[in-house]
């Protein structure tokens, strides 16, 4: 069964950093490109960043671009969204998905508040 | 970057009716459309790929067309698990772009 669970998340000050991480089990992570998409509450669907299966290439939405580093460990089946410089309107629950959009974690909760 | 406008906002209907959701790309984007399903505090549900191919273990009542610039997505007839608020998705250009979103509610 195929499983992607997301840690991590919690309240920060503005400013300060958290490191998410989604573990992968049930299939070959290291065959699959994966995404991170966030929703703030109450919002819409927001893609935050999307890496390639070796890392190749990687790519940031202009929201969170200088911020935000995503990063994988294949060999743990991990992958990794380290959040820098928290702003408010980072807060949001944040999700990691396959790239064939197929299977989501359940979400992780990050709240930017002073 | 390729925007998504999804109508109607809002959509109250009943059980068993047939309804349509529009999702228009600022800019052509071929078949690279995905429509999702979100339930409150679950995480969304893909239930079209490139547009048109259902995916796997979704009802035959869910159904997505279109090319280009213009795409829908129809619930052939409305079951009460349905309602929900539907999104597309293209993924045919960095940076990767939803639509606004469709709430779906019971009239």
């Known amino acids: 069964e195929v499983q992607l669970v997301e840690s991590g998340g919690g309240l920060v000050r503005p400013g300060g950093s958290l490191r998410l991480s989604c573990e992968a089990s049930g299939f070959t992570f290291n065959t699959f490109a994966m995404n991170w998409v966030r929703q703030a509450p109450g919002k819409g669907l927001e893609w935050v960043s999307s890496i390639t299966s070796s890392s190749t290439y990687i790519n940031y939405s202009d929201s969170v671009k200088g911020r935000f580093t995503v990063s994988r460990d294949n060999a743990k089946n991990v992958l990794y969204l380290q959040m820098d410089n928290l702003r408010a309107e980072d807060t949001a629950f944040y999700y990691c998905a396959r790239d064939e959009g197929d299977y989501w974690g359940q979400g992780t909760l990050v709240t930017v508040s002073s | 970057d390729i925007q998504l406008t999804q109508s109607p906002s809002f959509l109250s209907a009943s059980v068993g009716e047939r309804v349509t959701i529009t999702c228009r790309a600022s800019?052509?984007?071929?078949?690279?459309l995905g429509w999702y399903q979100q339930k409150p505090g679950k995480a969304p549900k893909l239930l079209i790929y490139?547009?048109?191919t259902l995916q796997s273990g979704v009802p035959s009542r869910f159904s997505g067309s279109g090319s280009g610039t213009e795409f829908t997505l129809t619930i052939s007839s409305l079951q009460p698990e349905d309602f929900a608020t539907y999104y597309c998705q293209q993924v045919n250009s960095y940076p990767l772009t939803f639509g606004g979103g469709t709430k779906l509610d019971i009239k």
């Open positions: 800019q052509g984007i071929s078949n690279y």
């Open positions: 490139a547009a048109s």
